[in-house]
Antibody, heavy 121, light 110 residues
Framework: QVQLQESGPGLVKPSETLSLICTVS?????????WGWIRQPPGKGLEWIGT???????YYNPSLKSRLTMSVDTSKNQFSLRLSSVTAADTAVYYC??????????????WGQGTVVGVSS | QSALTQPPSASATPGQRVTISCSGS????????VYWYQQLPGSAPKLLIY???QRPSGVPDRFSGSKSGTSASVTISGLRSEDEADYYC???????????FGTGTKVAVL
């Protein structure tokens, strides 16, 4: 079955760059579907971060766009997230997920377990 | 972008029915599909309803979704203790080209 696993540092210093990788197993990213990231600050709701297709096309949350870079490595069946100039407001559980068949398809049907990222000096 | 509006909480006794509303605008719910997610404590969210009213395989038929105009709702009929969770709606917003989530509703089984 399709599984996703997030990996990356659990602590990032303010003003530095947060980098996470999502490794997909059980399905080739290049076979289709969109993929993406969603985060959840402690005790708060869900926030869409961005979406990527295996071609490399990306779609970002406007509120994060200036600091966000997403990329895909089909040879490793992974996609990644880089968020620069982080502040305490970026502290959250970061989830990667298998998205739907179009940019506007909100069928996030497979999720990773989530990884906690804290921003602190 | 503004989040979709949900009531902070809802509750009922086992066996009763609970309906959670999700209010948006013409640029999101009014023109795109609505999806619902259930998040059990300490777990990743799980797809509950897709394209307004469709249940993925494995989701009990006591969960149902609907949409009318710029609002949507999910109903849990025959509430069970394992339904205690947070519930979120989400839709694509054409005005900001982004997914917007609802504020979330915590369901308690009394």
């Amino acid at each position: 079955q399709v599984q996703l696993q997030e990996s990356g540092p659990g602590l990032v210093k303010p003003s530095e760059t947060l980098s996470l990788i999502c490794t997909v197993s059980g399905y080739f990213i290049s076979s289709g579907y969109f993929w993406g990231w969603i985060r959840q600050p402690p005790g708060k709701g869900l926030e869409w971060i961005g979406t990527i297709y295996h071609s490399g096309n990306t779609y970002y949350n406007p509120s994060l766009k200036s600091r966000l870079t997403m990329s895909v490595d089909t040879s490793k069946n992974q996609f990644s997230l880089r968020l620069s100039s982080v502040t305490a407001a970026d502290t959250a559980v970061y989830y990667c997920a298998k998205f739907g068949r179009s940019v506007t398809d909100g069928t996030f049907d497979i999720w990773g377990q989530g990884t906690v990222v804290g921003v602190s000096s | 972008q503004s989040a979709l509006t949900q009531p902070p909480s809802a509750s009922a006794t086992p066996g009763q029915r609970v309906t959670i509303s999700c209010s948006g605008s013409s640029s999101n719910i009014g023109s795109n599909f609505v999806y619902w997610y259930q998040q059990l404590p300490g777990s990743a969210p799980k797809l509950l309803i897709y394209t307004n009213d469709q249940r993925p395989s494995g989701v009990p038929d006591r969960f149902s979704g609907s949409k009318s105009g710029t609002s949507a709702s999910v109903t849990i009929s025959g509430l069970r203790s394992e339904d205690e969770a947070d519930y979120y709606c989400v839709a694509w917003d054409d005005s900001v080209s982004a997914f917007v989530f609802g504020t979330g509703t915590k369901v308690a089984v009394l």
